[in-house]
């Protein structure tokens, strides 16, 4: 199951989710961009620097290998044009979420699901020019601490007195809870048509990128299962997408007075460095397949009621429910106390000092498996709160836990206790029908029809999904020779031969 080129999560463990808000909290107010050589200031730096092993792990760590590297060779072209030069941190994000973004200190993040529908390495430095563009501008400096505290609804601080608490509650999905203003919107795509000519890339491409991830929204909208929220925002969420900007965009580049293509896309080259690369979950982080989790490496899975969300990470598998409702599963090792020690360690991991009694112990088996549930009071300034902790022996000397939290009325009780029953082992045989899935690119021969390619694209939606994936070829077949990009189960190659075989895919 393991993937070299993938790094391997570390291994779940509880821990308060003490996360940085894309320096959102880092108020300074400073003056745009000029034309000169910048400067990161060391200031900014550290807090960039000091964030970023945090924020790895959160969003599902990096993804090495040569799509790593490729990055930085993109990105640093990108910062030398921006008077940043050896300034930048670029780092891919091993999530099939499709995003990119900027923290303070210019630590540059892209996610491995971006890469799938970015169509060639022009697009993918305009992106990087997006996000240094923010950096160079100072945007995230210029939020208000106040407007994104707002954001972060769920359970207050003024309401239970912990910030640990707080944060285990409400923060977890709102970590892009940075949304840039339409002007800083404007002006980071200015820059970033100002940043290709610099690095020598075609400037249409930046218009181009933007209507790859306008189509990628319309994808996600019409074929994503309503209960499926997904884990983390995309792009467009933290950055306002209009057509305008779109328009814009083409606008800026076409004032430039040089032709669509006049230099260089390079989709070649990025077609040929996308290669092999993972799509979809990672076996590594379990799957999250609607409502479902399911991990082949560890071989459980459980199901979520409906109306709740899910949202894996390397550490744990946040939930999101109705009514503010909110918990984590996750795992470790059995410690010699056994589940009470195991479930005392998570409630302690997540409340750290906050008063806490036991209301009723359970101990019972669920699917086959030892488990405790307690159901808990966690003392907060107007009342108490309800936690429930439910833990299982998974055998093996590891154990899994759910861990959730209600506001007083305790409105979802009943699902609550449908999800903690829903815990199980996978079979072998199950386990093993949860496979990953590769981007592969190939080269069209003159026989091959739509039909072909659409065949061969493991999704459930694989006409579309080809089509997100290579807008040029919706009205028709590729032409001999060109390149396009599938996503199938076969790691690197195996279907370079073409015609050896057929692997169609079934879904
Ligand atoms: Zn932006």
């Known amino acids: 199951m393991t993937d ?12 308060a989710f003490a996360l940085a808000l894309a320096g959102a909290l880092h108020g300074c107010t400073q003056e745009a961009p000029a034309d000169k050589e910048q400067a990161i200031s060391q200031e900014d730096r550290a807090y960039g620097a000091e964030q970023h092993r945090q924020l790895l792990a ?14 930085r060779a993109v990105g640093e072209r990108i910062a030398s044009g921006a008077g940043l030069g050896e300034q930048c941190t670029f780092t891919l994000v091993n999530s099939d979420v499709v995003n990119a973004f900027a923290v303070p200190g210019c630590f540059i993040y892209v996610t491995r699901g971006l890469l799938a529908v970015v169509g060639n390495e022009a697009e993918l430095a305009s992106v990087l020019g997006h996000e240094v563009g923010h950096i160079a501008a100072r945007h995230a400096q210029r939020q208000e601490r106040g407007s994104l505290w707002r954001t972060l609804g769920v359970i207050a601080v003024s309401l239970t007195g912990s910030e640990r608490l707080t944060e285990f509650a409400g923060r977890a999905a709102q970590y892009f809870g940075l949304r840039y203003s339409r002007t800083q919107e404007y002006e980071a795509d200015d820059l970033a048509v100002a940043y290709l000519r610099k690095a020598g890339y075609d400037l249409y491409a930046a218009a181009e990128m933007l209507e790859a991830l306008h189509r990628q929204e319309a994808f996600m909208n019409a074929t994503r299962n309503q209960d499926a929220a997904r884990s983390l925002p995309e792009w467009t969420s933290s950055h306002p997408l209009t057509q305008k900007r779109i328009a814009r965009a083409h606008d800026k580049a076409r004032a430039s007075g040089l032709k669509d293509d006049a230099l260089p896309e390079k989709a070649e080259a990025y077609l040929e460095q996308v290669d092999g690369l993972l799509f979809g979950d990672d076996p590594q982080q379990g799957f999250v397949l609607g409502r479902r989790f399911a991990h082949p490496a560890m071989r459980i899975s459980f199901e979520a009621p409906t109306g709740f969300s899910l949202a894996n990470s390397p550490q744990a598998v946040r939930l999101i429910g109705p009514e ?42 669920i699917n086959g498996m030892p488990a405790l549930v307690l159901e808990m009071a966690v003392r907060v300034q107007d009342g108490t709160l309800p ?17 959730m939290m209600s506001p007083p009325s305790n409105p979802q009780a009943a699902a609550l206790e449908a999800l903690i029953k829903s815990f199980r082992r996978l079979s072998p045989a199950q386990a093993a029908a949860l496979r990953p899935r590769y981007l592969q690119t190939l080269v069209a021969r003159r026989e091959d029809t739509l039909d072909d390619f659409v065949r ?31 996503v199938t189960y076969h790691p690197k190659s195996l279907v370079r031969e073409r015609g050896a075989s057929s692997h169609s895919a079934s879904f």
């Open 58 to 71: 959160e969003l599902g760590g990096a993804y090495e290998g040569g799509q790593g590297a490729y990055l």
């Open 4 to 15: 070299e080129k993938v790094a391997r999560p570390r291994r779940w463990r509880h821990r």
């Open 456 to 486: 061969r694209t493991a999704d459930p939606s694989p006409r579309a999904l080809f089509v997100l994936l290579n807008p040029d070829y919706e009205g028709g077949a590729p032409k001999s020779g060109d390149r396009v990009k599938i």
């Open 387 to 403: 936690l429930l902790i439910a833990a299982y022996d998974g055998g093996g000397g590891e154990a899994y836990h759910f861990i």
């Open 324 to 365: 503010g409702v909110s918990g984590e599963f996750g795992g470790g090792r059995l410690p010699s106390g056994g589940l009470r020690n195991y479930a005392q360690a998570v409630a302690d991991a997540v409340m750290g000092d906050a008063p806490a009694v036991v209301r009723k112990e359970t101990t019972t088996q």
